[in-house]
């Protein structure tokens, strides 16, 4: 079956980078997203990666793809306080009348 | 606005109650999914519309789930007989089409006392 799984807190401090894991298990998983949500929010997207690709990055953030271990990540380089949030993983495929299976969400709290 | 747009914000009532959350998806998006997201949980799939084909109703939790989507575009999800374990988050989705990214509503919060 899908499944998706997060570390569930990280704490850096302001100015660190910041990379968030994630890992799945669908291997026929078209694309991979990124979504961000806020307290009180909905969510986000933030960035996404199609399963073909190996990285991928977008102003300060970086996915990188590791297929073979169904292994994903989000590099934030130079976190700042307003990246606190929680980020969820996502996977999706499209070859079937699927939704996206999310993971539970990692909490980001950055340290001033 | 051009965003996906869900009512109420917040919603509270008494156990036993119907409540119907409500979704406008982006325009011209014809895939809509509706997700619930419990305290400290992920995001759980709900129900998913697909144009005018039927409806993937296979993650609602039970038969007093149900979901309906009107001339192709808005949504809205009705919970009867509520019950406490319904509280939470219950968010919109909405995607040009079933393959197309999925942009996401501000959601309603559902409190049941």
């Known amino acids: 079956g899908e499944d998706v799984e997060q570390s569930l807190f990280l704490s850096v401090r302001e100015g660190d980078s910041s990379v968030i894991n994630c890992t799945y298990t669908?291997?026929?998983?078209?694309?991979l997203y990124w979504y961000k949500q806020e307290p009180g929010a909905g969510l986000q997207l933030l960035t996404y990666?199609?399963?073909?690709?190996d990285m991928k990055q977008d102003q300060r953030l970086t996915v990188l793809l590791n297929k073979k271990d169904k292994h994903l990540s989000l590099r934030i380089a130079d976190t700042q306080t307003g990246d606190s949030a929680i980020y969820f993983c996502?996977?999706?495929?499209?070859?079937?009348?699927?939704?996206?299976?999310f993971g539970k969400g990692t909490r980001l709290s950055v340290i001033a | 606005g051009a965003g996906v747009s869900q009512s109420p914000s917040n919603k509270v009532t008494e156990k036993g109650k119907d409540v119907e959350l409500r979704c406008d998806p982006i325009?011209?998006?014809?895939?809509l999914y509706w997700y619930r997201q419990s305290l400290g949980q992920g995001l759980e799939f709900l129900i998913y519309?697909?144009?005018?084909?039927?409806?993937?109703k296979s993650g609602l939790p039970s038969d007093r789930f149900s979901a309906e989507r009107t001339g192709g575009s808005v949504s809205t999800l009705t919970i009867q007989r509520t019950q406490q374990e319904d509280s939470a988050v219950y968010l919109c989705?909405?995607?040009?089409?079933?393959?197309?990214?999925?942009?996401f509503g501000p959601g309603t919060r559902l409190l049941v006392l």
């Open positions: 989705a909405s995607s040009f089409s079933r393959t197309e990214t999925q942009y």
């Open positions: 669908d291997s026929s998983s078209t694309y």
């Open positions: 990666i199609f399963s073909n690709m």
């Open positions: 996502a996977e999706s495929n499209p070859g079937g009348n699927t939704p996206l299976v």
């Open positions: 325009s011209g998006h014809t895939a």
């Open positions: 519309f697909q144009g005018n084909s039927a409806p993937d």
